[in-house]
């Protein structure tokens, strides 16, 4: 998420071109369908080309835009817009890179409804957060900050690929970090690096994937899932192993 938001500006921008560029190289044709559908879609929103009746800063979330003022329109589509076209760039490359993992892992459609899960949980822990943190420092702005963008998701997505994974180490800005803690030092360099991220939004994302991964709840989303759709999510064995140790260790 990035707390910096702006008017949509229509037309194609450098970061557009980066983005195909980057696609391009990967190959659009390797790129599984609901992901690839997800960033040409986020792309079209920001662009302007997908016509919806408001500006990227008017879905901007917050605390008091979701407990003062029922704004559910930002709780759903906050997640989806960006502040600009390199903050659409940077989202969208990594989205490729994971979501090409898991939609092949998971099947295309559990992973799109599993995806609409993660962003409404993103929602909701940036809500929640922001709203503990107001208690707990008096500091107002913590409930009025708005924020728009993928990157939550995106986190939560990370903790997912590292359950998946077996144990390996990740590099960090240049540093080699254990995989349970790779997501950990990512959230902390880019709130060094970048004073403009949310932490709020990224700290909720994380611990929207811990959730998934760690706690009984996950198992209970993948049941709905499966209950929907008739095909159950196939985790590695090192996501089974995770989530079993978190109790029976």
């Known amino acids: 998420m990035n707390r910096s938001v702006r008017r ?3 037309g194609l921008e450098y970061g557009l071109y980066l983005l195909g560029m980057q696609a391009v ?16 879609a986020q792309a079209l929103l920001y662009i302007g080309v997908i016509q919806v009746p408001w500006n990227s800063e008017d879905v901007c979330i917050s605390a008091v835009k979701i407990f003062k ?3 559910w329109r930002s709780f759903i589509f906050s997640n989806f817009e960006h ?5 659409l760039y940077y989202n969208m490359v990594s989205f490729i890179l994971k979501g090409a993992y898991l939609e ?15 962003s409404l949980g993103c ?21 009025t900050t708005c924020a728009i963008g993928f990157s939550a998701v995106l986190f939560a997505l990370k903790v ?31 709130h060094l690096l970048v004073p403009n991220a949310s932490f709020v939004g990224h700290l909720g994302g994380i611990l929207v994937g811990c959730i998934y991964c760690y706690l009984p709840i996950g198992a209970v989303i993948d049941n709905i899932i499966y209950g929907i759709t ?20």
């Open 8 to 10: 949509r500006q229509q």
């Open 25 to 40: 190289n990967y190959g659009i044709d390797k790129i599984p369908s609901v992901t690839l559908f997800g960033v040409i």
């Open 69 to 71: 003022y029922r704004d």
């Open 83 to 87: 502040g600009s076209d390199m903050h």
């Open 104 to 118: 092949r892992m998971y099947g295309s459609v559990n992973f799109g409804i599993l995806i609409g899960v993660i």
């Open 123 to 143: 929602s909701a822990l940036y809500v929640g957060l922001s709203w503990i943190l107001t208690q707990l420092t008096a500091d107002y702005s913590y409930y």
């Open 160 to 190: 997912i690929v590292v359950c998946e994974e077996r144990d390996r180490p990740h590099d960090v800005g240049g540093l080699r970090v254990p995989s349970r803690f790779a997501v950990w030092a990512e959230l902390i360099l880019i």
């Open 230 to 249: 008739r095909k159950p999510i196939i985790h590695e064995e090192a996501f089974y192993f995770r989530r079993r140790s978190m109790f029976f260790s």
